[in-house]
């Protein structure tokens, strides 16, 4: 068909002039969508942006005691029990415990002269050839290794009011001096000595006790031992 030079060009101008094919331009359309959007897009992040203001507040007021966000005050933490036990004090409370639990050996039947090849091999380094505390190894350690001619020890390690008794020191052979809260410097013998190897060891040690232990003898007999709330001031036994 041929078309008359009438007709427009359009084949839709003549529907959209009748308003049967109603036009509307896209570009505004897409304009007021693309408007849309960016309204909700704002409208989200800036509740984001209020949300994370707001936990910012919450966390301030945290910090500085203030409360929560409404305002609320928070208790103040409680302050520290008046007379509360220090972690020293805690570790020789249980220390304490461990002097309570009853003794299953004998330790007074050790062999001197074996013991003091095992001192020599084994303790020798630190409480020196007299057993005096001057070995080598000694001027490295603070507190200072036992002087055992002094014949004076420190730890009450069964409980009965003493110190220097064969179970006291059979007991810190085993158990190291921090396990009745002394020094961490000595470690603990008990995975290493059998129980005779131990009596040994307490008899050789017990032997070297010099002229200043007899004349000290009574009073280190009857001294009591360190209490929960003051340290041992030497490192071993």
Known sequence: MFRSEAE???PYATRRARGRFP???LAPRLALLSLCAAGTIGLACSGEREGESERSVEAARAVEGRGDIDGTARPAPAAPTE???TPAEIAHGTAAKLALV???HDWTKGDPERGKALYRLYC???HGEDGEGDGVGAATLNPKPRDFTSGSFSFDANADGKTGSAVDIARVIRESPSAFGGSKAMPAWGGTFSVEQVADLVAYVRS???PRAASSSSQTSSSPGPSSREAPSE???
């Open 102 to 104: 009853p003794e299953q």
């Open 23 to 25: 036009g509307r331009p």
């Open 83 to 85: 007379g509360a036990l």
């Open 124 to 126: 020798l380094v630190c």
């Open 208 to 210: 070297l006790a010099g």
């Open 235 to 237: 490192a071993v036994m």
């Open 8 to 10: 427009p060009a359009d």
